[in-house]
C-alpha cells in the first residue's frame, strides 16, 4: 500500500523514470520512496530516537575532554586580538594553507562564549556530532523495519570508522574536519531532495563556506557534481554551473592570484610501506620525482577506508602477515569489520549494475555512487600525505552507502533457511565488530581527554621544551583559565582498567 | 491509501527476523552498553575503572591533572598516605606523593611538585633521590641532583618505606 501522503521525500520527477516496462530493473525500494504511511512515519521516529541514544553516548566523553593545549589553547591566543574582518582577510595571505573561515568560525565561537570557553567549544563540537547523526538518518530517510534494522549497524560504521575518530578525539578548540563531514553530509542532503530555488543558493553558500575552511571543503562540490550526474535534482543546473566556475575560481585565487601554495614534502612525515617516514626521509626517496609517492597516497588512502588497511600509509597488519607475527585483537575486528562491510558493498554494486548501465538511478543507488565519487577524490585530495582523519569526508559516505546495502541486502532477498542462517552469521559478525569499533571510540575520547589533561598538568614543561611563554597578559589569562577549567572546574573521570580494554585500545 | 503496480508492500517480500535481528542486535546492544556505563558513572560509580582516593594514589597512577587538582585543592604532598595494593605494589602500603611519584616514574610529575615548592626541604629532597636511585629511576635521579645519589646507602629508603 503507498499512501500519497509525503513528507520529505522527494517528488517522482526528482527520479530517473521508471515504467511497468522495466519494472524487474526497478528495486523494491524505489516504490518505497513513492510515499509514507503511518507505520513508515514510526520506523522514522524509532530511527531519530536510537540516533538520539547513539549521540548521548559520545556526547558524554567529549563533554568530558578539555580544549587541548597543541593546537587548541595555541590557536585561541590570536582570536582576540583581532576583529573577525580583519582576522579573515590577514588569513588570505598565509603560505600553504587557504583556509580564512576557519579563523572566523574560531573567532565566532570565541567571542559568543565571551569567557565561558569550556562550555562553547565543547558543547559546538557535541552541536556537531549531533547534526551529523541528524543528517546521516535524513540521508537514509528509513522508513521499513529492514532500513531502521540496517541504521544501528551504519551509525555504529559511522562512528566507528578509523577516519571519524579524529573527528572527536582532537579538540582544536573548533575540530575542522567534522565541519567538512557536516558541509558534505549537508551537501548530499541538499542535492537529494526536491527541486527548490533556496536549495541552490544553500549549495552555492555551502561550497563558499567549505572550501574557505579547510582544503578538504572542495568535495562539496564533487557531491555536488555526483548527485546531479546520477540524476538528483536537488540544485538546478545552473546552480551545478555556477559550483563548477567557483571550483575553478578557488585554484585561480589560491594559485594564481594569492599564491598560497599547497604543503609540500618538507611539511610532515607521512607512512610509506611498513612505517611511517620523516620529511627527510620523503625527501631523500622522492624528492626528485614526488609523483610515484602522491600516486601511493592516493591509493593508500582509498584502500584505508574500504578495508583499514593501510592505516595512514602504513601497511601494519600485511606486515605482520608477512612476518607471522600475530595480530592485536583491534587489527582482527577492523579485518572483519571493513571485509564484510565492503562486501555487502560490493554485493550490492554487482546486484545494480544493470540498472546502472541503463542508468536507471534509485536514492540508494546515488548514495552509493556519492560514495564512489567522494572516495576518489578524497584520495586524490590527500595526495601530499596520508592520515587516517583526511578520509573521513569518505568514510561517511562509506558508512551511507553500506548502509543502504545492508538495508537492501537484508529486506528484500527471499532465501532458503540455510542461505538466510548462513547470512545471518555473517551480519551478526559485522555487526558486532563494528559494535567494538564504535565503543572503541568511546574509549580514545575518554582517553584522549586525559591525555588532554595531562598537557595542561605539564603546561609549564611543554611550554618550556616548545620554546614558549605566554608574555602577553591576556595570553596568560586565557592560559589559566583553560587550565583551570581542564584540571580544576572539569576534571577528568578515573581511569579505564580491565582485560577488555585490549580490543579496543589502537582501533 | 491507493494500491498500484509498485506497491512495495505487494511485491516485496517479507523481511527475515532472525536477518534483521542479526544485523541489529549487536550494535544496539554496544549502544545501550555504553549508556548504561553513562548511567552509572553519573551516579557516582564508573564500572572497571580506577579511581584515586588521595593525591598519593593520583600520583602513584602517574595521573598529572589529578594530581594536580588535589595539590590545588590543598592535599599536602609530603603528607603519608595510605595508597591501595593495586596502585604501586602489594608491598608499597603507605607513602607520601611525592614518594609516589618517584615510584610511577614520573619524573614530570617531580617536577610539578618542584615547581609548587614541594621539594624545598634538602633532607626531603635527598630522600627522593635516594628513592629514585633504589628504584634505577635516572631522569629522577638526574633532576633532583644525581651527587645526592652517591651519598644514598642502596635499597635502604625503599626498604623503610615497605616496612611502613
Known sequence: MVNSQRSDAEPISNSQPFSPANRELVPASAAWELGVDAASTRWTLAAYAYGLFAVLGLAYVLLDMPIQVADGYTNMIGLG???????VYSEFFQRSYLRPLLWGQQHVVYMLANGRYFEWFRGWHVVQVLLLVVLFIRLLRPRTIADVAALPLGLAILLGMHTFIGTVVEAYPINTYMTILLCTAGAADIALGSPTRWRDLAAVVLFAFAALTVESGLLVWVVFVAAWLTGARGVSRGAIVTLTVLFAGYFVLRFGILDVGSPGLIERSSGYGFRSRDPQELIAMFGANPWRFYGYNVVSSILSVLWSEPRAGVWDLTERVVDHVRFSRPMMVNMVASTLATGVLMRFVWRRRRQWRVRLFERADRIVLIFAAVLVANGALSYGYTKDVMMSPAGVF????VTVATGDLIGRTPRGAG????L????????????????????????????VREQWAYLDQWLETQHKSAADPAALALQRQLQDDAIVRHPGKPALTGDWLTWLEGQ | MTSTA?????????ASTLLIAATAAPAMIATMLVLVFVVFESSGRTLSAIAPANVAEAAGLGLGGETLRRVRMGEDATARLSVRPEIISSSVKSVTALEAAVFARQVELIRMFDRHGSIADPHLRRH???????????DIVEYLGAADAATCRPGETRAA???R
Not at chain 2, 627522593?128 to 635516572?138: K, P, Q
Open chain 1, 81 to 87: 586580538q583581532r576583529s573577525l574582518l580583519d582576522g
Open chain 1, 398 to 401: 562509506y558508512a551511507l552507502a
Open chain 1, 419 to 422: 542461505v538466510t542462517v548462513v
Open chain 1, 424 to 451: 545471518a552469521m555473517l551480519m551478526a559478525a559485522m555487526s558486532a565488530a563494528w559494535a567494538v569499533r564504535a565503543v572503541a571510540v568511546h574509549v580514545a575520547v575518554r582517553q584522549s581527554g586525559m591525555a
Open chain 2, 6 to 14: 509498485f506497491s512495495i508492500h505487494e511485491t516485496r517480500p517479507r
Open chain 2, 128 to 138: 627522593l633521590v635516594c628513592l629514585a636511585a633504589d628504584l634505577d629511576v635516572r
Open chain 2, 161 to 163: 618505606i615497605v616496612q
